[in-house]
């Protein structure tokens, strides 16, 4: 099993970015992903999760309205579209999947993750 992201980068405040991340070893469709950041000295929080069906979505409200989470399970893929993106957006981002049901609060819900990938967002 594993999952992989790709995309972060070091991007101006207002700029936008989207993260992949690509999974193998397990049949995505049967879980729930999400998206994790942690900053460092800072608790890992989550961003942004899509329930496998793909109909539902769920957000931190620091990020409703700029990040969209989307799925491509054919492909093994879930993204992550940030745009308007803040200094406080800065953060190692991580991809991960549950086989229960979207959480944003409980990592432990969590089977698989990513390595992650560093986003930085400049002023």
């Known amino acids: 099993v594993q999952m992989e992201e790709f995309g972060g980068g070091l991007v101006q405040a207002g700029e936008s970015l989207m993260l992949t991340c690509i999974a193998s070893?397990?049949?995505?469709?049967?879980?729930?992903m999400a998206w994790f950041r942690q900053a460092p000295g800072k608790e890992r929080e989550g961003v942004a999760c899509?329930?496998?069906?793909?109909?539902?979505?769920y957000y931190a409200d620091s990020v409703k309205g700029r990040f969209t989470v989307s799925r491509d399970n054919g492909n093994h893929v879930l993204y992550l579209q940030m745009n308007s993106l803040k200094p406080e957006d800065s953060a190692m981002y991580y991809c991960?999947?549950?086989?229960?049901?979207?959480?944003?609060?409980?990592?432990?819900?969590?089977?698989?993750w990513g390595q992650g990938t560093q986003v930085t967002v400049s002023s």
């Open positions: 070893g397990f049949h995505i469709k049967d879980y729930a």
């Open positions: 991960a999947a549950t086989n229960t049901y979207c959480s944003l609060d409980d990592i432990s819900r969590y089977q698989y």
């Open positions: 899509k329930v496998w069906t793909g109909h539902s979505s």
